[in-house]
């Protein structure tokens, strides 16, 4: 139990296109989703905090603007980086929680490559 | 917000030693403490996690320990094999206002045959 799915697994796009991340929770229904960036042999960093139906919470230094985060049913999270660009290229995870879990599940990540 | 320092960043160790990486974190209202292990390209994978009313937890090689007073939380790794190789984060969370994941910076472990 406790799946999380993300797609795709790896994009590569043109510089100053969007692309959309989607997670979803397979197998449970997350009222909170959680959207992480990880650089090369680097930490996880925690980009927005999603809650189904309401707008997004970001991080101190996070544009929203810049990172769309849509939490449309409680088994899909979208993340959508507008107008990328090549400093946006990274791998992006996302983790789902079960209802009011201690515990956090992750997807396998998407990998960005802007060009 | 909550702030967590991990070391050391890199760990070799002999097969069958044991391995121990500490974290400590900044908010004392943080009351969950999840350690993953990440391959490379792959997801983090959760082995081991403590909540704050607890001050040791133990599941077969793997042991965490706790100590809420001086807000540091360590990873105790035992008859270490090859395929515990990996990087290995630590977290600290408050589940009471969103349960955001706040991580270390990551320790590669590397245990040689």
């Not at chain 1, 959207?35 to 101190?60: C, D, H, I, V």
């Not at chain 1, 079960?98 to 990540?109: I, S, W």
Request: proline residues 4%.
């Amino acid at each position: 139990g406790a799946v999380v799915s993300q797609h795709p697994s790896r994009v590569i796009c043109k510089s100053g296109t969007s692309v959309k991340i989607e997670c979803r929770s397979l197998d449970f229904q997350a009222t909170t989703m959680f959207w992480y960036r990880q650089f090369p042999k680097k930490s996880l960093m925690l980009m927005a905090t999603s809650n189904e139906g309401s707008k997004a919470t970001y991080e101190q230094g996070v544009e929203k603007d810049k990172f769309l985060i849509n939490h449309a049913s409680l088994t899909l999270s979208t993340l959508t980086v507008t107008s990328a660009h090549p400093e946006d290229s990274s791998f992006y995870i996302c983790s789902a929680r079960p209802g009011f879990a201690y515990e956090q599940y992750f997807g396998p990540g998407t990998r960005l490559t802007v060009t | 917000g909550e702030n967590v320092e991990q070391h050391p960043s890199t760990l070799s160790v002999q097969e069958g030693d044991s391995a121990v990486i500490k974290c400590t974190y900044s908010d004392s209202a943080s009351n969950y403490f999840p350690w993953y292990k990440q391959e490379l390209g792959k997801r983090p994978q959760l082995i081991i996690d403590i909540r704050s009313n607890v001050g040791e937890k133990k599941d077969q090689r793997i042991a965490v320990t706790l100590n809420k007073t001086a807000k540091h939380f360590s990873l105790h790794i035992t008859e270490t094999q090859p395929e515990d190789s990996a990087v290995y984060f630590c977290a600290a969370s408050n589940r009471n206002t969103g349960n955001q994941f706040y991580f270390g910076t990551g320790t590669s472990l590397t245990v040689i045959p």
